[in-house]
């Protein structure tokens, strides 16, 4: 991995965004096999040194992975994962590495592609045709492997009637659970400019706090689901897979 090719890359996200330093490199590798991801992380260390990057982060790394470049050395602040009420592998590994390591996750798909949300709550299960977005049917599949169609309705059900305790949406109790999940710094929710974009409704999500009542009446349909730690792996482990 040479260190022009990365900084020549760098070089370019600044002219693109007119900016001196990049807030969060945020650094993704396919192949844990090809171990030069080891190399781009110093590489990428020694720009952030430099003062051209601020912050590093990672992108879907595993927590075995993500260990190995901690005990290389290279400090990283954050690591994007999915998870949601769905998906909570994260909690099996990777919160608690995080958490002793001061990392924060920053947490994707919470919403599952919007399957999480008042719009899909006592509506059919939705064929092929239906899932109109690569995000809806990668989710649809998330939630075969999770529990199913009738699994998810129950879930709806009960976060409708969360919300409707604390005048908020469904998708806002899906985003504040993750929120208070230990080790999450934050969640990052999808919109689609002039089509989607549920920024008011998203905003709610800092008015309101899940009692212990409201966490009690998720996890009694969460008990239910599969294990996809077991079905899928780690963080990341769908798309290497």
């Given at each position: 991995?040479d260190?022009n ?10 002219r ?12 993704h ?6 171990e ?8 990428l260390?020694?720009l ?9 982060g ?12 901690v005990?290389?050395?290279?400090q ?5 994962v ?15 590495y ?8 920053l ?11 008042d ?5 059919p ?14 989710y649809?599949q998330m939630?075969?492997?999770w529990g199913?169609?009738?699994l ?24 504040r ?8 710094a ?20 800092f ?8 966490l ?6 969460l008990?239910?689901?599969r ?15």
């Amino acid at each position: 991995m040479d260190r022009n090719w990365v900084e020549e890359n760098i070089n370019k996200s600044l002219r693109r965004m007119d900016v001196e330093s990049l807030d969060l490199l945020q650094f993704h590798w396919w192949d844990y096999g090809d171990e030069r991801y080891l190399k781009a992380m110093e590489h990428l260390g020694a720009l952030r040194d430099e003062g051209k990057i601020r912050h590093l982060g990672l992108t879907n790394f595993d927590t075995q992975h993500l260990q190995k470049i901690v005990d290389e050395g290279h400090q990283v602040v954050s690591n994007q994962v999915q998870y949601s009420l769905i998906d909570r592998r994260p909690e099996i590994k990777m919160a608690q590495y995080c958490q002793n390591q001061g990392i924060h996750i920053l947490a994707y798909g919470t919403l599952a592609g919007g399957l999480l949300s008042d719009r899909y709550l006592d509506q059919p299960e939705p064929g092929r045709a239906a899932l109109t977005t690569a995000s809806l049917s990668k989710y649809k599949q998330m939630v075969d492997a999770w529990g199913g169609w009738d699994l998810l309705q129950e879930l709806l059900l009960g976060l409708k009637g969360i919300a409707d305790r604390h005048q908020v949406s469904i998708a806002d109790v899906a985003m504040r659970y993750i929120m208070d999940r230990p080790s999450v710094a934050g969640v990052i929710v999808g919109v689609r400019l002039g089509v989607a974009e549920h920024l008011e409704d998203n905003a709610q999500v800092f008015g309101f706090e899940l009692d212990p009542e409201d966490l009690d009446e998720i996890e009694s349909v969460l008990s239910r689901s599969r294990d996809l730690y077991q079905a899928i792996g780690d963080c990341g482990d769908e798309y290497r897979r």
